[in-house]
Nanobody, 124 residues
Framework: QVQAVESGGGLVQAGESLRLSCAVS????????MGWFRQAPGKEREFVAC????????SYADSVKGRFTISRDNVKTMVLLQMNNLKPEDAAIYYC?????????????????WGQGTQLTVSS
């Protein structure tokens, strides 16, 4: 059984930083792209960032470019999201995602496995 477990969410003030982690078990995800989506109340789940199987290709939503950095550790089967200069509009539930292919995804339709989500709250 595949499990993706996020950690690291919490309450921060605008301008602060936070790092999210996601540990994946039950799957050899070293050959899959991994990434993050987020969902704010009343909104659809949206793409945040993605990283290829070898870490060589990363992509980001325009809203987080220059502030967020995605990385992965294939030995530990983890994906990380470093979030800097957080803004109130970043507040959402963040979901770890394991993609269907090894390079990239930006749509929920291309995700095979999801974490349960971790809440980020940003106060202004």
């Amino acid at each position: 059984q595949v499990q993706a477990v996020e950690s690291g969410g919490g309450l921060v003030q605008a301008g602060e930083s936070l790092r999210l982690s996601c540990a994946v078990s039950g799957l050899t995800c070293g050959s899959r792209a991994m990434g993050w989506f987020r969902q704010a109340p009343g909104k659809e789940r949206e793409f945040v960032a993605c990283i290829s199987w070898d870490g060589g290709i990363t992509s980001y939503a325009d809203s987080v470019k220059g502030r967020f950095t995605i990385s992965r550790d294939n030995v530990k089967t983890m994906v990380l999201l470093q979030m800097n200069n957080l803004k109130p509009e970043d507040a959402a539930i963040y979901y770890c995602a394991v993609g269907r292919n090894h390079i990239h995804f930006a749509s929920t339709a291309h995700v095979d496995y999801w974490g349960q989500g971790t809440q980020l709250t940003v106060s202004s």
